[in-house]
């Protein structure tokens, strides 16, 4: 359990990084 919720966070914090990459 505590394996899949690191995996979210990883997930969320790529999806951050897309989104502040294709706003520069």
Same mark, same amino acid.
């Given at each position: 359990?505590?394996?899949?919720l690191?995996?979210?966070?990883?997930?969320? &914090?790529?999806?951050?990084?897309?989104?502040?990459? &294709?706003?520069?």
């Open positions: 359990m505590l394996a899949l690191l995996l979210l966070v990883a997930f969320i &914090s790529a999806c951050r990084r897309r989104k502040y990459t &294709s706003i520069q």
